[in-house]
């Protein structure tokens, strides 16, 4: 297919099946669901599925849907969606409010996921027409946000066969009709840690009888981030902020015992994977001079998303030509995390951020229950999935005449 006639196709299609992927997004919006109890919305991506023509098939939890479109001859591209939401209360005043007290989608997933219905769909119809030079295997994926969605997918075989996957990611401080992209570490890793301290209490009147522990968990809570900075080369940016910290339950008691939660995110792997021992090290250090015990659990989360090169440069070439000259835009590495990272620990691809902002428009944050998006860039997520997929199957180079028209 050239270049213009895959532009005119996707003018088409999305003609007539934009207005559906908006209600598609406004109806996921009204009835979030959180990690791995996507129920209702993994029914309703699998019926659009095999209405169209295609066999989804749902992960054994009965959340999450994979489904492959094209045949098994050539390469196999994957891309990938997230489906689950927060544990956050919609604030927005607007009809499609969600109907689910505590839970809402801030964090764009319903977006992520209408873009990757609307994908398959256009795809579905250029594999029928004999069109689609391998196979697209569409990756609907339960419980990002626990993270542990993406391990759920690879220990079903959903990434068996694959030579490249694709994802994006919405972003409030891009535009609409643009795309962050960035070779590299995109993310961070995240990890969460428990700190808990314990050591004779007492009365406050007489702090040199104990091990004054709250005074102690103080010192932890800012000395052992104070050290980390200076044991870590700071271009990891090994990060240690706290959360939440909890002791004693009167003001003239010491008490026996306190914990403190929080987070670690950093930007380069070797220095994530030191960072467990050393944590434990500094916190044994800081805790001993003060004659308390302390005890670290140590939760792994998920590394950096790293960007491969070649699958950058195919995601810049198809955005640039669904969406026109100056669609691509540089983005910063951030120090969320996203699971993600794990299909790229075992094969090739690209993570991207779609713009979500009107033009001149506020910026509504992720992970807040103001979060909401304009509707378009439903298709302009479309667009650029579906050119690099497409461009990722033909492994073509800028100049090459099967898509270089796409303008």
């Known amino acids: 297919m050239r270049g213009r006639e895959l532009r005119g196709e996707l003018d088409a299609f999305l003609a007539e099946t934009e207005q559906e992927l908006v209600a598609f997004r406004r109806d996921l919006h009204m009835h979030p669901e959180l990690a791995f109890a996507e129920y209702r919305t993994t029914q309703k991506i699998a019926e659009r599925l ?23 001859d050539g390469p196999t591209v994957a891309l990938r969606a997230d489906i689950d939401a927060l544990p956050l209360q919609d604030e927005k005043d607007v009809p499609y409010h969600s109907t689910t007290a505590g839970s809402c989608h801030a964090c764009g997933h319903d977006v992520h996921t209408s873009v990757l219905l609307g994908t398959s769909l256009f795809l579905a119809q250029q594999a029928a027409a004999g069109l689609l030079p391998g196979r697209v295997r569409l990756i609907f994926q339960p419980a990002e946000e626990l993270p542990g969605g993406a391990l759920e997918v690879m220990a079903q075989g959903g990434i068996s066969g ?27 890793a995240c990890d969460k840690i428990v700190v808990r301290v314990s050591g004779p209490g007492g009365h406050t009147a007489r702090p040199h009888l104990t091990a004054d522990l709250v005074f102690a968990l103080a010192k932890i809570l800012t000395e052992l981030p104070a050290a980390l900075s200076r044991r870590v080369d700071p271009r990891s940016s090994l990060s240690l902020v706290w959360g939440k910290v909890e002791a004693g339950s009167a003001a003239n008691a010491i008490p026996d015992d306190g914990v403190a939660e929080g987070t670690v995110r950093c930007l380069d792997e070797n220095a994530w994977h030191a960072a467990p021992d050393l944590i434990k090290s500094l916190l044994e250090s ?122």
């Open 50 to 72: 095999a209405a169209a023509g295609l066999r989804p098939s749902v992960l054994p939890r009965g959340t999450g849907v994979i489904c492959d479109v094209g045949s098994g």
């Open 162 to 188: 694959v030579d490249r996957i694709f994802g994006l990611h919405c972003d409030p401080r891009v535009d609409v009709g643009q795309v962050g992209l960035r070779s590299g570490p995109i993310t961070s």
């Open 286 to 407: 800081v805790a001993g001079a003060y004659g308390v015990e302390a005890t670290l659990d140590y939760t792994r989360g998920v590394p950096p998303v790293v960007n491969d090169e070649v699958s950058v440069e195919m995601l810049a070439e198809a955005t640039e030509r669904a969406l026109g000259a100056g669609a691509v835009v540089p983005t910063q590495q951030s120090l969320g995390g996203e699971d993600f990272a794990w299909y790229l620990e075992s094969i090739p691809g690209a993570f991207a951020r779609l713009g979500t902002r009107s033009p001149d428009g506020l910026t509504y944050d992720i992970h807040q229950g103001t979060f909401d998006v304009d509707e378009a860039c439903i298709s302009m997520g479309v667009r650029v999935m579906a050119a690099t997929a497409l461009t990722a199957l033909w492994e073509v180079g800028p100049l090459d005449p099967i898509t270089s028209a796409i303008v």
